[in-house]
């Protein structure tokens, strides 16, 4: 897909730096190349050169690479000059750059064009700033899979199963004099029981990417200095909430991102859930109460000497349904083995000191578990919330072309929509708003 304009960007993070990049792209690089550098530099090979302004004076001396289309990122003519890192020598860079007839890059522009060009699928390209976004070693690790394709070809694999099934089936719908209509419906439920079972193995792989690209929110719960700060430096390893003996210290909700085993935890510390005459109090309850309900895991802090009261139970029941809780019973230091109070029946608990750091290690198995398993370092490709989406919704479109006594046309009908599911994900088929939306987020430069 051809553009006539050209768009240019500086690829680094602003700020001093050793070096800098600025990318141009499009049909007016070797024109700007022979302006700057007086001429187009030898194709894929780094080049010294000086980089000037309109009256021949020296802007920066650097490195520079040309791309020629289509052997290129965007698949374009690519042009990257890489000189020192100055904000200011950036800018004049950028500046000449565009008065040669460039125009800035929107954000994501030069990865939605290698996508226009086919040089990455949706999801390699979505990949491209999961990568630059990683939090942790194994989030990158997991995100490059992606970018190399692997997410691509499972998916891939699954839409060419579709197909196959599908093509068997309506060729007997359109050719009924061939008498294949017992054949047909038996190898056809065999088909979509298989699938509906790689289906089921690539969404709970999807579901574990998406964990570990955004992570899971954790609120902290629970009365009055019952040790919810305490508990949340333990875990951060710093002295980031204030911790005191008078009940109320927290007021406005503390919030810290951490890591556990490559999974982001981003843990919300509230004020105690409580009654209170203090008006500023009463405004940090409220916003507690808000965190609870946009959690996507509740840890109800106990003490541990005194179990789960009837205040504890009514925070449970405020708890949306099909959220994950934990029961931590605190200060196990100061009840001892001997008054701990148990758990309450069938609800997983896990019993620790936040002052000498006991069960931390149980305390952090367990979080893992709500989340369902830290992701393995190996074969966990990046996802999204669309790709769970879209998977969930080919896997319910399968379920539903199973039952039992389903014409096979609604069964022909119910297995096209899976595919369509399926092409949304690389992007065979998609909407332009959809485009708009995912290469929006892109950084400016990518």
């Known amino acids: 897909m051809a553009n006539a304009d050209t768009i240019a960007a500086t690829a680094t993070a602003p700020g001093r730096g050793g070096i800098g990049v600025l990318r141009v792209s499009g049909p007016r690089v070797p024109d700007i190349a022979e302006a700057m550098l007086g001429a187009c530099p030898r194709p894929r090979h780094a080049t010294l050169g000086d980089f000037r302004d309109a009256g021949g004076s020296l802007i920066d001396q650097g490195l520079a690479l040309y791309f020629p289309a289509p052997h290129s990122y965007t698949g374009e003519d690519v042009l990257e000059l890489q000189g020192h890192g100055g904000m200011a020598v950036q800018r004049l860079l950028l500046a000449r750059v565009l008065a040669l007839g460039a125009r800035l890059a929107e954000p994501g522009e030069f990865t939605k064009r290698a996508y226009l060009a086919g040089k990455l699928d949706l999801a390699q390209a979505e990949a491209v700033a999961d990568l630059i976004d990683a939090a942790s070693a194994q989030a990158a690790r997991s995100a490059a899979r992606s970018l190399e394709g692997e997410f691509s070809r499972t998916v891939d694999a699954l839409v060419a199963g579709l197909i196959d099934a599908r093509m068997y089936l309506e060729a007997t719908l359109d050719f009924p004099e061939e008498d294949l209509d017992g054949h ?52 951060a390893g710093d002295e980031v909430a204030i911790v005191t003996a008078v009940p109320g210290t927290t007021r406005d909700p503390i919030r810290e991102t951490l890591s556990l085993e490559g999974v982001p935890l981003h843990v919300t510390d509230t004020a105690g859930l409580r009654e209170t005459e203090d008006a500023v109090e009463r405004i940090g309850v409220e916003k507690a109460w808000d965190a609870l309900a946009k959690a996507d895991a509740v840890l109800l802090v106990l003490d541990a000497r005194e179990g789960c009261g009837a205040a504890d139970r009514a925070v449970l029941a405020r708890v949306p349904a099909g959220v994950p809780i934990l029961e931590i019973h605190n200060k196990i230091d100061l009840a001892g083995p001997s008054t701990r109070v148990p758990a309450e029946e069938g609800a997983p608990a896990v019993f620790v000191s936040a002052l000498t750091g006991e069960g931390m290690d149980d305390l952090k198995r367990a979080v893992l578990a709500l989340a369902g398993g830290a992701p393995g370092a190996e074969g966990v490709f990046m996802a999204r919330e669309r790709h769970v989406r879209a998977l969930a919704l080919a896997r319910e479109r399968l379920e539903a072309a199973g039952e039992p006594g389903l014409g096979p046309e609604l069964v022909a009908e119910e297995l096209r929509l899976a595919q369509e599911a399926l092409n949304a994900i690389t992007g065979a088929f998609g909407a332009d708003d959809l485009l708009g939306e995912i290469f929006s987020r892109f950084c400016i430069g990518k």
């Open 184 to 235: 047909a419906a038996t190898r056809t439920r065999a088909d979509v029981a298989a699938l509906l079972g790689r289906v089921r193995e690539v969404e709970r792989a999807a579901a574990a990417g998406r964990l570990l690209r955004e992570g899971l929110r954790v609120v902290l719960a629970g009365q009055p200095n019952v040790g919810k700060s305490s508990l949340l430096n333990r875990l």
